[in-house]
């Protein structure tokens, strides 16, 4: 099993920054893919990026050349650098965890999830 509880949301400007964090406790070291999800009021969840253990990432076109995402394995901490932040990119944000290989940033992928963070960025 896998906690994880997400940290750092927040109420931005457009074009503001935000920084994630992901704390993740249990069986941390079968945690083979790692991700942030967001899902906006009426819509469904969506990926936005996604690492695997040996730090490739994968990012959702939405976002990319915007956001950043990195771990810190000694904290077993998971980020999303968010940069050039958009109205759009006003959501619950998700970290999630999988045990399974190969990553897919797809959230059926996902068996572990958190509570959620809530990012609004206003025009």
């Known amino acids: 099993q896998v906690q994880l509880a997400e940290s750092g949301g927040g109420s931005v400007q457009a074009g503001g920054t935000l920084r994630l964090s992901c704390t993740a406790s249990?069986?941390?070291?079968?945690?083979?893919?790692m991700g942030w999800f967001r899902q906006a009021p009426g819509k469904e969840r969506e990926a936005v990026a996604g690492?695997?253990?040996?730090?490739?990432?994968s990012y959702a076109d939405s976002v990319k050349g915007r956001f950043t995402i990195s771990k810190d394995n000694d904290k077993n901490t998971l980020y999303l650098q968010m940069d050039s932040l958009k109205p759009e990119d006003t959501a619950m944000y998700y970290c999630a965890a999988a045990h399974l290989a190969p990553c897919v940033l797809q959230p059926t992928h996902y068996a572990y999830w958190g509570r959620g963070t809530e990012v609004a960025v206003s025009s």
């Open positions: 249990g069986d941390t070291d079968s945690n083979y893919c």
């Open positions: 690492i695997d253990s040996d730090g490739r990432t």
